[in-house]
C-alpha cells in the first residue's frame, strides 16, 4: 500500500466515523457540523484522489524530457566542440572547413530554436539527424512533418515543456500535501 491509498483508507473511515446522517440528534447545530465535517473530508478525499491521478500523470512524462534536454545540451556541446577545432576566420578555411562550420550552426540553431517548415517539410541536418538516430534508434521515427521524432523539440521547447510539467506536478503535490494536514 502506498502513502495516498493509506490516506484515502484513513479518510474513508473517518467519514465511517461520523456515522449516518439518520444518526446526528435532529437539531439545527449538530446537523449541521454534521454536513461540515462530512464536506471537509469527502473535499480532502477528492483533493487526495486528483492530486495523486495529476502526480501519476506528470511525474512519468519529466523524466524523458529531462534525458531529451540533456542530450541536446551535450550534442550541442559537441558541434561547438567540433566548431572550435575549425579555424575561426572564414578566409583561413577550406571549403569543405566552411561547409562543415555551415552545418555545425544550422544544427546548434535548430538545437536551440527548432527546424523550418519550408512547403510542409522540415528536416533536421546530418549531422544532428547522426546523433539523434544513434541515441534513439530504432525506435526514432523521423518524418518531414515532425523531424524530431519521438523526441520534445528544440531545447528551448523542451525547457518549456518541461516548466510546464514541473509546475502542474509542483501544484499537485502542494494540492496533496495540503489535503495530507
Known amino acids: 500500500m502506498n502513502l495516498n491509498t493509506d490516506l484515502l483508507a484513513a479518510v474513508a473511515r473517518q467519514i465511517a466515523d461520523l456515522g449516518d446522517a439518520a444518526d446526528v440528534p435532529n437539531t439545527a447545530n449538530a446537523q449541521a457540523e454534521y454536513g461540515r465535517q462530512m464536506s471537509i473530508l ?22 524523458p524530457i529531462e534525458v531529451w534536454i540533456a542530450h541536446l545540451e551535450a550534442w550541442r556541446s559537441d558541434f561547438l566542440a567540433v566548431m572550435d577545432t575549425l579555424p575561426s576566420r572564414r578566409v583561413d578555411r577550406t571549403t569543405e572547413q566552411e561547409q562543415q562550420m555551415f552545418a555545425l550552426i544550422v544544427a546548434v540553431k535548430q538545437i536551440d530554436f527548432g527546424v523550418e517548415y519550408l512547403g510542409g517539410r522540415a528536416s533536421i541536418t546530418e549531422m544532428l539527424r547522426e546523433k539523434i ?44 500535501d495540503q489535503a495530507t494536514v
Open 133 to 176: 538516430t544513434s541515441t534513439y534508434a530504432p525506435t526514432w521515427q523521423m518524418t518531414d512533418l515532425d523531424p524530431w521524432g519521438v523526441g520534445f523539440g528544440s531545447l528551448a521547447m523542451s525547457k518549456q515543456r518541461l516548466a510546464d510539467l514541473v509546475s502542474r506536478r509542483d501544484a499537485a503535490q502542494a494540492q496533496l
Open 42 to 63: 469527502k473535499n480532502r478525499m477528492r483533493a487526495i484522489t486528483n492530486a495523486t491521478a495529476e502526480l501519476d500523470e506528470l511525474t512519468p512524462k519529466i523524466v
